[in-house]
């Protein structure tokens, strides 16, 4: 049972070029998130699923994409990335709505030169 | 808008002493609050939560309090063990809805040996 996992774990961008992070949970959850870390600013919601097939946005959307094709999968794209978007990203799932606990990934460091 | 505040970045505590982490909120429609532990390159993983309809919430070492008129609620780790130190954030949701989560900025716990 290896929980939420994330794919790369570190990446180095050039400004302008795209990318897609993948996250994949083994835990049959429903729900399913990105975040960003940056520093003093805590974690904030990027985008959300709240199951197969549909997605919402969250506090930071801009500049970013998501898809949810598969259950266990949410994928993050970056189209072109920027210097702003160099952040951890992490990736987390939670069982249902009455679940507030969430499972995190590992992280994925992105750096946009 | 930080509608979940921690203020204080770092706390050094020494070990076998009580570590007192804080926590402010600004949205009265928040009703369920948790507490996320962070090592060094890994992801946040859950450690307590407690509900509005409740002051106190225990667990092991672990203590949450909640002062709602005051719209604060803080951590209490006793006895602080060396294997503590790490980034503690706190988080806030509502049960109206989406179950979004809002983090606060976090507080790095050092126990010294």
């Known amino acids: 049972n290896a929980g939420v996992t994330q794919t790369p774990k570190f990446r180095v961008l050039k400004t302008g070029q795209s990318m897609t992070l993948l996250c994949a949970q083994d835990?049959?959850?429903?729900?399913m998130y990105w975040y960003r870390q940056d520093p003093g600013m805590g974690l904030r919601l990027i985008h959300y699923?709240?199951?197969?097939?549909?997605?919402a946005k969250g506090e930071v959307p801009d500049g970013y994409n998501v898809s949810r094709l598969k259950k266990q999968n949410f994928l993050l794209g970056l189209e072109s990335a920027a210097p702003s978007q160099t952040s951890v990203y992490f990736c987390?799932?939670?069982?249902?709505?009455?679940?507030?606990?969430?499972?995190f990934g590992p992280g994925t460091r992105l750096t946009v030169t | 808008d930080q509608q979940v505040k921690q203020n204080s970045p770092s706390l050094s505590v020494q070990e076998g002493r009580i570590s007192i982490l804080n926590c402010d909120y600004t949205?009265?429609?928040?009703?369920?609050f948790l507490w996320y532990k962070k090592y060094p390159a890994e992801g946040p993983t859950f450690l307590i939560s407690?509900?509005?309809?409740?002051d106190k919430n225990e667990d092991g070492r672990f203590t949450v309090f909640l002062n709602k008129s005051a719209k604060h609620l803080s951590l209490h780790i006793v006895p602080s063990q060396p294997g503590d130190s790490a980034v503690y954030f706190c988080?806030?949701?509502?049960?109206?809805?989406?179950?979004?989560?809002?983090f606060g900025t976090g507080t790095k716990l050092q126990v010294i040996p």
């Open positions: 407690i509900s509005s309809i409740k």
């Open positions: 987390a799932s939670s069982y249902d709505i009455a679940s507030y606990e969430q499972y």
């Open positions: 949205n009265s429609m928040f009703d369920y």
């Open positions: 988080a806030a949701s509502n049960s109206g809805g989406y179950q979004k989560v809002t």
């Open positions: 699923s709240v199951g197969e097939g549909t997605t």
């Open positions: 835990m049959n959850h429903e729900y």
